[in-house]
């Protein structure tokens, strides 16, 4: 049970963050300050390019859709960092060290770059 309970905490557990400041560059600075254990957020796969986005309001943890998400689609998560802000291979071991899986999202699938790794050429 002991075991069980452990296994539980490792793989359901989010962390909370407080927002420090915003600045258009580098974005939003957080302070972490705990975890919460959401085990029906583990309903959800994770994705690099998640289409929701989790928020803490109070004591309360909200996930929302971050983009469109049509009926059929799969609902998922970011338990790491997200595709444009750390390489794929840093990202994959994260993953495995602290999750035991590979993820196979479609920004994997493409080893697509960082968003500082992108030419200017391409973004017209």
Known sequence: LLYHVLEVIQFNTHAVNYPETWEPEPGLTTSFIGCALNPSFALFNHSCTPNTARVNIGQNTLMIAAQDIKAGDEISDGYSYQYCDQAYDLRQGWLR?????????????????????ISNALVK
Do not use: E, I, V
């Open 97 to 117: 060290d602290h999750y035991k899986f590979d993820c196979g999202c479609t920004a994997c699938q493409g080893k697509w770059p960082l968003h500082g790794d």
